[in-house]
């Protein structure tokens, strides 16, 4: 696959962009998938290497997430000027190898390598795809574009609850690592062959892309963008905390099976998480209609409601309770990031979007899956490695999720102006 500087400005012919959307949504899934992977086997790798939830936080978060949002810089760089598409596919082959190579862990300290090797191909995904998306996509269908491929969260989050453990159970952890490379490899193929690159408005090159450094500069001073990235960093850090760490709160709370926990969690939240995502989606996109300000405001209180809901869940009772509360923490919980991502794209001019969008994922995922699985992890070692330490732990990380919804309510004040601001390329 060859990226070149001028790869693909424009294209003989493109896809449809309802096939280029499904490929990418099954892209994403394994994206999520390898992601979630690990949440599901904390407890028999736990037992193999001898570590507590501090290092298996350590698992999930810092160690996929440190390259994963710092590389994504020089990426999107890239792929404001190339071919985003080769990107893409580059990407997903190098995360799911890497996947498969987790298998072959011989201590925590190896896993830790093969997961910033997934971290590093996964990196290569979000802002390209989002990129494409938009260019195949006019800003009044952006919403329930955004939203079918959010549905990747989801399903990918189920499907490495459930397939994991039952794979773990059959055999071992490691065979689950192996099953789960094997459908990221034959997709970077199928992308390569079925999504062209489309008609991009402005053809940049080295020589006539704004450095990175003035461009940071620039965003920075766009209160939108700001607000937005952390009501998207603290309103992750409070969800992906939430979602890495479920499965094994409901083992220790309620004494059942990790397969079983998995199962249950991936199916009353990410369930709901997927019914959410798409209601959010049509909705976003008929109260944009009206001012496209107005997704960025349901995000604020789809966050705020979700918030409450997890909180719920987390000090229930009873499994039955903990289902009850799950399926509205879902609903609430599964589109609001939807809200925000439109509301980005809208944002940000088509000559740095690719950029933009990355540097705001570089601060959100290091809020959200950098510090929030660590911290949850290192806050329930804290409170004793217990089964009610977890519990205790997510009490304090959850309620993030509550400042964001404020964050992102004030964000929607300043979207229009500061998207006429950022469209100018003479202002500074």
């Not at 696959?1 to 962009?17: C, D, E, G, K, L």
């Not at 109260?287 to 409601?305: F, N, S, T, W």
């Amino acid at each position: 696959m060859n990226i070149s500087v001028a790869a693909s400005p424009t294209a003989a012919r493109q896809s449809s962009p309802w096939v280029v959307l499904i490929v990418f949504l099954f892209i994403y899934i394994f994206n999520y998938a390898d992601r979630y992977l690990i949440s599901g086997l904390v407890d028999p790798i736990k037992a193999e290497f001898g570590v507590g939830d501090q290092f298996m936080g350590l698992l999930m978060g810092p160690a996929f997430a440190v390259l994963y949002t710092t590389i994504g810089i020089p990426i999107a760089r890239l792929a404001d000027r190339s071919s985003r598409i080769a990107i893409i596919c580059i990407g997903c082959l190098i995360w799911s190898l890497f996947t498969g190579l987790s298998g072959f862990a011989t201590g925590p300290w190896t896993l830790a390598l093969a997961r910033v090797g997934v971290g590093v191909g996964e990196a290569a995904f979000v802002a390209p795809a989002y990129s494409i998306l938009s260019d195949y996509f006019r800003p009044e269908k952006r919403g329930m574009a955004f939203a079918v491929l959010g549905l990747a969260v989801y399903f990918g989050q189920i499907t490495g609850y459930a397939v994991g453990p039952r794979i773990a159970d059959a055999h071992d952890w490691r065979m689950a690592f192996f099953v789960m490379a094997v459908p990221g490899i034959l997709l970077s193929g199928i992308a390569w062959l079925l999504v062209r690159e489309p008609t991009r408005k402005q053809i940049l090159t080295v020589a006539n892309q704004i450095p990175l450094l003035p461009l940071t500069k620039k965003l920075i001073r766009s209160s939108a963008f700001v607000l937005m990235m952390i009501a998207m960093g603290l309103g992750t850090l409070s969800g992906v905390s939430f979602g890495f760490w479920g499965p094994a709160l409901f083992t220790r709370l309620y004494d059942v099976p990790l397969a079983e926990a998995s199962s249950t969690f991936g199916l009353y939240f990410g369930s709901a998480g997927l019914i959410g995502m798409l209601l959010f989606g049509a909705f976003a996109d008929k109260a944009a209609k009206g001012g496209l300000e107005r997704p960025l405001k349901m995000a604020a209180g789809a966050l705020l409601a979700a918030s409450v809901c997890i909180m719920l869940v987390t000090w229930s009772d009873s499994l039955a309770m903990a289902k009850l509360f799950a399926i509205p923490s879902g609903l609430l919980g599964g589109g609001w990031s939807i809200g925000i991502m439109a509301s980005l794209q809208y944002l940000l001019p088509d000559r740095f979007r690719a950029t933009g969008t990355a540097l705001f994922i570089m601060v959100t995922t290091f809020l959200g899956f950098v510090v929030g699985p660590w911290a949850t992890g290192a806050l329930s070692q804290y409170f004793g490695d217990g089964d009610l330490s977890l519990r205790w732990a997510l009490t304090i990380i959850i309620p993030t999720g509550m400042v964001a919804a404020v964050l992102a309510w004030l964000g929607a004040r300043y979207l229009e102006s500061d998207r006429a601001i950022l469209a100018d390329p003479d202002a500074a």
